[in-house]
């Protein structure tokens, strides 16, 4: 039962425009979702995150967006740089457990 | 600047083996889990821990035993290593309370890539 699902294993995108990856879920007690970054062999670190009670979330390049009918979250990133190039992964948290539910990830390639 | 720390960032280790890994937190968090990430899989849940000497499995706990005697420390245990569990091996932690960091999310560690031979 995959609880958050990211459809699109990869994406590539030109440096200076906009990336936009998505995230589906299915579960209606995630209570925060959260965007995490991954370079190959490091740890994934935090990027943003949005509460369930908002639609929106901003933190400089980075905005997250959350549609709680269509069950949908998506990351903008504008402009694109080449060092945002990493594996994207979006989580949903399962509310008083503090557990983190994890998407399989998306693999962006910001071209130069 | 708070950290979680793996002991390896390379182990290779032959079938049969028993396999620890060692993950320790300086943050006073309360939570501590173990990750593996595969490729097109994303990261599955192993174990996890909310408080010292306890644990409940994840979402793919079969070969996986764990040890929490201490808040700050969290292992992994393969008590007898197979070749499926070739994998990048992600400790994190995380506290109850709203993080000014990461707002109830994890800090991760940097990772173990295990090879099993």
């Known amino acids: 039962d995959q609880q958050v699902k990211q459809n699109s294993p990869s994406l590539s995108v030109q440096e200076g425009r906009i990336s936009i990856l998505n995230c589906d879920y299915t579960n209606s007690m995630f209570d925060y979702f959260l965007w995490y970054k991954k370079y190959p062999a490091e740890g994934p670190t935090f990027l943003i995150s949005?509460?369930?009670?908002?639609d929106k979330n901003e933190d400089g390049r980075f905005t997250v967006f959350l549609n709680k009918s269509a069950k949908h979250l998506s990351l903008h990133i504008v402009p694109s740089q080449p060092g945002d190039s990493a594996v994207y992964f979006c989580a949903g948290r399962g509310g008083a457990t503090n557990k983190l539910i994890f998407g399989t990830g998306t693999l962006l390639a910001v071209q130069p | 600047d708070v950290k979680v720390t793996q002991s390896s960032r390379y182990l290779v280790k032959r079938t049969g083996e028993k396999v620890f890994l060692e993950c320790v937190q300086d943050m006073d968090h309360e939570n501590m889990f173990w990750y593996r990430q595969d490729p097109g899989l994303g990261l599955r849940l192993i174990y996890f821990?909310?408080?010292?000497?306890?644990?409940e499995k994840g979402d793919i706990p079969e070969g996986y035993s764990v040890s929490r005697e201490k808040k700050e420390r969290f292992s992994l245990i393969l008590e007898s290593a197979s070749t499926n569990q070739t994998s990048m091996y992600l400790c994190a932690s995380s506290s109850f309370h709203r993080d000014r960091t990461s707002l109830y999310g994890y800090t991760f560690g940097s990772g173990t890539r295990l090879t099993v031979v």
């Open positions: 821990s909310y408080d010292v000497k306890m644990k």
């Open positions: 949005i509460s369930s009670i908002k």
